[in-house]
T-cell receptor, first 114, second 115 residues
């Protein structure tokens, strides 16, 4: 089944403890992206990647890192999480073609930083 | 900066009522336009998309949207809503050319349908 898989689905952590949220897609998509969703703010893009080893900042990149060493994986790294990073995170991917079907989203990771 | 505006934060309708959700974007060049739906507790799913051609686009579950270039709008419509349409709806814009990975979302409109 074509899908974007994120892990974990739920995570509670403490301030300052490094964590990684994994994202993997099995559709051979070039583009991958991370969003955070907060009430009243909709989805805001954190980082995106247009292909292997090509990443760029979205609207809210502060406090996050990403890497794209392989086409299928796009992990999101929080080196020193803070409570304002408590949010619902979505990974998404799509093909490079302009007339692709749009992003396919993962099921989300609900992160709580205490 | 490129932005997407959704006019209604929360819309409450009775079953069988007609729906129209507004979406305006600020970018003046060629754009790809999307509507996504997020059912409670789930991830986003694509409802419909517009790239070119007929400005009236039909999507899944009886939804349609009309692209009006002169108004920078892409409003979502459904003639008769059902209780199962209760969800949050997001309009999104992808600028063609340049930074194609940068899909910008509106803040969303919550739709509550009363049975």
């Amino acid at each position: 089944e074509a899908q974007v898989t994120q892990n974990p689905r739920y995570l509670i952590t403490v301030t300052g403890k490094k964590l990684t949220v994994t994202c993997s897609q099995n559709m051979n998509h070039e583009y991958m992206s991370w969003y955070r969703q907060d009430p009243g703010l909709g989805l805001r893009q954190i980082y995106y990647s247009m292909n292997v080893e090509v990443t760029d900042k979205g609207d809210v990149p502060e406090g996050y890192k990403v890497s794209r060493k392989e086409k299928r994986n796009f992990p999101l790294i929080l080196e020193s999480p803070s409570p304002n990073q408590t949010s619902l995170y979505f990974c998404a991917s799509r093909k490079r073609d302009r007339e692709s079907h749009g992003y396919t989203f993962g099921s989300g990771t609900r992160l709580t930083v205490v | 900066a490129q932005s997407v505006s959704q006019h209604n934060h929360h819309v409450i309708l009775s079953e069988a009522a007609s729906l129209e959700l507004g979406c305006n974007y600020s970018y003046g060049g060629t754009v790809n336009l999307f509507w996504y739906v997020q059912y409670p507790g789930q991830h986003l799913q694509l409802l419909l998309k517009y790239f070119s051609g007929d400005p009236l686009v039909k999507g899944i579950k009886g939804f349609e949207a009309e692209f009006i270039k002169s108004k920078f709008s892409f409003n979502l419509r459904k003639p008769s809503v059902q209780w199962s349409d209760t969800a949050e709806y997001f309009c999104a814009v992808n600028r063609y050319g340049g930074s194609q990975g940068n899909l910008i979302f509106g803040k969303g409109t919550k739709l509550s349908v009363k049975p």
